[in-house]
Structure formats: structure tokens, C-alpha cells
């Protein structure tokens, strides 16, 4: 193991490592995993696509000003816009 592993900022011990080497060979239960839900919730009947957009950042201190004002994510402000502009 290389030094200073971690997730989510919690440090990975040996003893973590052998539990998820136990856990695998004996066994994962595919239909249970699928069914807690793993991942964001999605937005609709249809996948979501994912783009990126390059702002500077005069141009996101903007964005996350107006986010703020207006009590919405980042994410939640640039859709509202868009859907607004498109319109």
C-alpha cells in the first residue's frame, strides 16, 4: 500500500484493505448494490449529459454570487439561466 492513502480524507489501514479482500471473495451481491441507489438522483425519465463550460473566474464569482442570492447551486442558477435565455 502506498503511504498516506486515504478516502474521503480517512486514512486506508491494512486492516481495511484485508475486510474488502474478505467482503469480495466472498462473495458481492450485485442486485443489492443496484439497489441502494449508488450515485446522484437523476433529473428526469432520461439520462442527464454532463458538459463543461470554462468560466473565468471574474465570470464564476458572478455565477456564484447570483447562486447565492437567489438560494440555488451553482448547477441549479446555470440551468435556471440557460432555460430562461433559451426561451
Known amino acids: 500500500m502506498l503511504k498516506n492513502e486515504s478516502i474521503n480524507g480517512v486514512p486506508v489501514?491494512?486492516?481495511?484493505?484485508?475486510?474488502w479482500v474478505a467482503?469480495?471473495?466472498?462473495?458481492?451481491d450485485v442486485p443489492a448494490?443496484?439497489?441502494r441507489g449508488r450515485g446522484r438522483p437523476g433529473r428526469?425519465?432520461?439520462?442527464s449529459q454532463t458538459i463543461a463550460?470554462?468560466?473565468t473566474a471574474e465570470e464564476l464569482a458572478r455565477v456564484d454570487e447570483q447562486a447565492q442570492r437567489n438560494h440555488s447551486s451553482r448547477s441549479d442558477f446555470i440551468?435556471?439561466?440557460?432555460?430562461?435565455?433559451?426561451?
Do not use: F, M, N
Not at 467482503?23 to 458481492?28: D, K, M, N, P, T
Not at 428526469?44 to 439520462?47: D, L, N, R, T, V
Open 33 to 35: 448494490l443496484k439497489k
Open 53 to 55: 463550460v470554462r468560466l
Open 79 to 87: 440551468r435556471s439561466a440557460l432555460l430562461q435565455y433559451s426561451a
Open 23 to 28: 467482503e469480495a471473495e466472498a462473495g458481492i
Open 44 to 47: 428526469g425519465a432520461a439520462a
Open 13 to 19: 489501514t491494512e486492516e481495511d484493505i484485508s475486510a
